[in-house]
């Protein structure tokens, strides 16, 4: 599902000058989900992670696993998120306001989506901090769900 995902960028990262590298570390194990949804999932957040990288953007998809089910991380080096966004980020509708970055279009609805996906396959999503700048965005879905 991530592959499948990625190529939808190939075009627009080659346009952008952008790098996207994997790093596959989940081990081969099921899990129960709508593969229709969750690969929406990861389109958004794969498309923001580029939309909201000035220029070259440089991504990285990464995926782990414990006992408990599998955690996918999506990194970018981009203009970050400030701790007062944060708080707001996943509500409908909400965009940051930031002259330069609202060249970028949007509705606001990428993430409140991704998150109500996420809690409806009883997982959740988490925003960090990237360093030295940029996002984290880290997707947990449970093999139980
Ligand atoms: P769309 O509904 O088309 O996805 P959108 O990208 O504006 O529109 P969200 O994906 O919900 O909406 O994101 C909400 C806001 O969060 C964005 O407008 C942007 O300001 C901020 N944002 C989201 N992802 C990132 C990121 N990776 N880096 C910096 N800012 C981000
Ligand atoms: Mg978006």
Redesign the pocket.
């Known amino acids: 599902l991530c592959l499948q995902t990625i190529r939808s960028f190939d075009l627009i990262l080659k346009d952008k000058n952008g790098v996207l590298t994997t790093q596959f570390d989940a081990k081969p194990s099921i899990i129960i989900a709508d593969a229709f949804h969750i690969g929406n999932v990861l389109f958004?957040l794969l498309?923001?992670?580029i939309?909201?990288s000035a220029e070259n953007p440089k991504i990285e998809l990464i995926t782990y696993s414990d006992r408990k089910g599998i955690y996918l991380e999506i990194k970018?080096q981009?203009?970050?998120?400030s701790d007062k966004?944060k708080k707001q980020?996943f509500d409908k509708f909400?965009?940051?306001t930031k002259g330069d970055?609202h060249d970028?279009k949007?509705?606001?609805?990428?993430?409140?989506y991704s998150k109500t996906m996420v809690h409806l396959h009883k997982g959740w999503i988490k925003l960090k901090n990237n360093t030295p700048h940029?996002?984290i965005?880290t997707i947990f879905l449970p093999f139980k769900p």
């Open positions: 958004n498309d923001n992670a939309k909201y970018d981009g203009i970050g998120i966004d980020i909400y965009r940051v970055l970028v949007g509705y606001g609805l990428g993430l409140n940029g996002s965005f």
